[in-house]
């Protein structure tokens, strides 16, 4: 059984940072693609980042662009993925979810492509 936990949210104030951590056990960490998604209140959930299995392919939603960094330890040794958010915004405020997609999808923004997902780390961002 593979599960997945997200840690590291909070309260942030704009132009500030926070680090999310998500660790994944019970399945073969490393040859998993990873994605992270977002769901503010009222909206739909959407792609922020995600991550190939080796860690060479990165890709990132336009809003976060130059401003959040996705990471797996090296050599995939903790079984954990990072997003590094600098500069964060207000409409950042959501909940974030990691994911974790066994099968190499081929759409790394879509979360159809992710079979087990996290319960989520409230992100708080105040003006």
């Known amino acids: 059984q593979v599960q997945v936990a997200e840690s590291g949210g909070g309260l942030a104030q704009a132009g500030g940072s926070l680090r999310l951590s998500c660790a994944v056990s019970g399945g073969t960490f490393s040859q998993y693609a990873m994605g992270w998604f977002r769901q503010a209140p009222g909206k739909e959930r959407v792609f922020v980042a995600a991550?190939?299995?080796?860690?060479?392919?990165?890709?990132?939603a336009d809003s976060v662009k130059g401003r959040f960094t996705i990471s797996r330890d090296r050599d995939n040794a903790g079984n954990t993925v990072h997003l590094q958010m600098n500069s964060l915004k207000p409409e950042g405020t959501a909940v974030y979810y990691c994911?974790?997609?066994?099968?190499?999808?081929?759409?790394?923004?879509?979360?159809?492509?992710?079979?087990?997902w996290g319960q989520g780390t409230q992100v708080t961002v105040s003006s």
């Open positions: 991550i190939s299995w080796s860690g060479a392919s990165t890709y990132y």
């Open positions: 994911a974790a997609d066994p099968w190499g999808s081929t759409s790394r923004l879509a979360a159809a492509s992710y079979d087990y």
